[in-house]
């Protein structure tokens, strides 16, 4: 199975609130990413966790703050956000490194809308 | 700066082979590509992915230019279900990046 599952699917938040995005694997995968996609543009990597330790920060913004409980779960707590934070946010797995020939497994998305 | 560089749109015809090019100049000799594809509304596929040989699985092939510089997905029967946008990507060493392609999207007529 190979799955990551994501909720909410769409989310629509005002600028003040404060939502949280959810990531499920069950793949026994150690790596965990983040992903922001705007419209016809490739994902843009945001947050690496490996072991469960934040291995990398794309210098995103501090509105945003991911979290992982666990090693099947992945979190990106969402605070005073902009509407041009609005995009589609693609959570990943992958058994190991992407530069040792692992693949990473995308999970569908969560359409998220600032207004 | 490590570019990996795609033609914007193709169109094939259904149950015709597609060829997809992908321009990566600058890869290193441990630099993996993978190919994944993205349908409408939904996360990218993984698709397949190379070394230095070509590959085969049953979604497509990959066929890596000798000086790696560059590389081709193949489709070999095109059918209204591979209408998606096709990223090719490359890894970069000692990292867990993905350098991912400007995608092309292909579409497929009837």
């Known amino acids: 199975d190979t799955e990551v599952t994501q909720t909410p699917k769409h989310l629509v938040m005002g600028m003040t609130n404060k939502k949280s995005l959810k990531c499920e694997q069950h793949m026994g995968h150690r790596a965990m990413y983040w992903y922001k996609q705007k419209a016809k543009k490739p994902p843009e990597l945001m947050f690496v966790y490996s072991y469960e330790k934040l291995s990398i920060n794309e210098s995103v913004p501090s509105r945003f703050s991911p979290e992982c409980p666990n090693s099947s779960l992945l979190n990106l707590h969402l605070h005073a956000l902009q509407p041009e934070d609005s995009a589609l946010y693609l959570c990943a797995s992958s058994q190991g490194t992407p530069y040792s020939g692992n693949t990473i497994y995308f999970g569908e998305g969560s359409w998220l809308t600032v207004v | 700066d490590a570019k990996t560089t795609q033609p914007n749109s193709m169109e094939s015809n259904e149950e015709e082979p597609v060829h997809l090019p992908c321009n990566h100049s600058t890869i290193s000799g441990t630099d993996y590509i993978h190919w994944y594809r993205q349908l409408p509304s939904q996360g990218p596929e993984y698709v397949i992915h190379?070394?230095?040989s070509n590959v085969n699985n049953r979604m497509a092939s990959l066929a890596i230019a000798e000086d790696r510089k560059s590389s081709t997905l193949i489709l070999h029967r095109a059918t209204l279900r591979d209408a998606a946008v096709y990223y090719c990507?490359?890894?970069?060493?000692?990292?867990?990046?993905?350098?991912f392609g400007t995608g092309t999207r292909l579409k497929v007529l009837a």
């Open positions: 190379g070394l230095t």
């Open positions: 990507i490359r890894t970069t060493s000692g990292t867990y990046k993905y350098i």
